[in-house]
């Protein structure tokens, strides 16, 4: 095994690592949309959690922000994601907090003993392909790469981000890889010198559970050719 296939197996071990943990995506086991109101949380609760007490406490949503009223304890204010980390309310297996997509406030509920994480049989991948690590160029603001003589672009879904990350879609999405695209993730050097290495082009959380939001592709990020390396899934 040479450098090249040595880093890629240490990422993809990392890569399985953080799927599989306790708060992966294969806990993932609830998206509820809160509107202004209080929302009851336990097994026997509007949210329902069927590991917990008949009433955990009471989740309050009132213009745009939301707070926790535990049973047990003091109120608090929750933070969503919007701004970085958000508030994370621990039970048992059990782990609540607030995303915000698109100006709404929802809830997402992970279960450190979801049958997703419990059933996991693993990801199918592609072989790797050394051809498949791509030099780029970044400007601020687009990656300008060339594949068998042409030129292409992708947008990353934020500029300012770093790592930044590309949705991406190619003429495998549907067929051997998810249709909704996948994600590649890259940073840019100081001289705006980047590395596209689609080996690491990954299925998005909307692949492992019912309950993710996932961005699809721009159109600049259609490319017009099949990347056959990177995760593969049914391509549904």
């Not at 705006?192 to 939001?213: M, Q, S």
Request: proline share 7%; with cysteine; charged share 25%.
């Amino acid at each position: 095994m040479n450098s090249l296939e040595q880093d890629h197996a240490a990422w993809r071990a990392r890569r399985l690592a953080a799927l599989t943990a306790e708060d992966g995506w294969l806990t993932v086991i609830g998206l509820e949309w809160l509107e202004d109101g209080d929302y009851s949380v336990g097994s026997a609760g509007a949210i329902q959690l069927e590991a917990a007490p008949p009433l955990l406490g009471v989740l309050r949503a009132i213009g745009g922000t939301v707070e926790w009223r535990p049973v047990d304890g003091p109120a608090q204010r929750l933070a969503s994601d919007a701004d970085g980390a958000p508030t994370v309310v621990h039970h048992g297996r059990y782990r609540l907090f607030v995303i915000e997509r698109d100006g709404r406030l929802a809830l997402r509920i992970k279960d450190a003993e979801a049958p997703a994480r419990r059933d996991f049989k693993g990801i199918e991948y592609f072989p790797f392909d050394p051809a498949w690590i791509l030099a780029a160029r970044w400007d601020g603001a687009l990656a300008h790469f060339d594949y068998q003589g042409q030129a292409h672009t992708l947008r990353p879904q934020r500029a300012g981000e770093r790592p930044l990350q590309f949705v991406i879609g190619d003429r495998s999405s549907g067929r051997e890889t998810y249709g909704g695209g996948r994600f590649l993730f890259a940073t840019p050097e100081a001289d705006g010198a980047l590395t596209l290495d689609f080996n690491r082009a990954i299925n998005p959380p909307c692949v492992f559970t019912l309950y993710a939001t996932c961005p699809l592709p721009a159109a600049e990020n259609r490319l017009p050719f099949a990347v056959t390396a990177g995760e593969r899934s049914d391509g549904h």
